[in-house]
C-alpha cells in the first residue's frame, strides 16, 4: 500500500511551484519593457501573477473548504487577468511571438492545476 504524505506547506503543491515559475517568467520578461509602462502593464502584470501564487499561498491556510475554494478561485481569476496582460503585451510588441508562447505554455500549465485543485477542493464541501 502506498502512503500519502501529508502536505504541510504551500511550496509542496505542485500548483503554487507552477504558479512560482510563471511569476518568476513575468518579472524576467517586463524588465525590459518600455519605462512609460513601469506604472501601468508591467505592474499589472507582475501584480496579477504575483495574485495567484498568494491566493494559492492564502487558500492553502484556511480551515474551511469553503475558504479554500473561494481563494482558488481568485487565483483562476488573476491567471485569466494574466492572459489578457500577455496578449496585450504581445500586440504592443513588448514580448516577441516565441516569449508570448513560452509564458502562455506556463499559464495553461498553472490554469489546468488550478482547474484541478478547485475540483478537487469541491468534492469536500
Known sequence: MVEK???SSFTELIVWQ???KLVLMIYKQTKVFPAEERFSLTDQMKRASMSVT????????????KDKLHFYYQSFGSISELQNQMI????LKYISSTQYQQLLTQQ?????LLQGIIK????FI
Open 54 to 65: 498568494n491566493n494559492i499561498a492564502e487558500g492553502f491556510g484556511r480551515k474551511t473548504y
Open 18 to 20: 507552477e504558479g512560482h
Open 108 to 112: 495553461i500549465i498553472v490554469s489546468k
Open 120 to 123: 478537487k477542493t469541491q468534492t
Open 5 to 7: 504524505k501529508q502536505i
Open 88 to 91: 496585450i503585451a504581445r500586440d
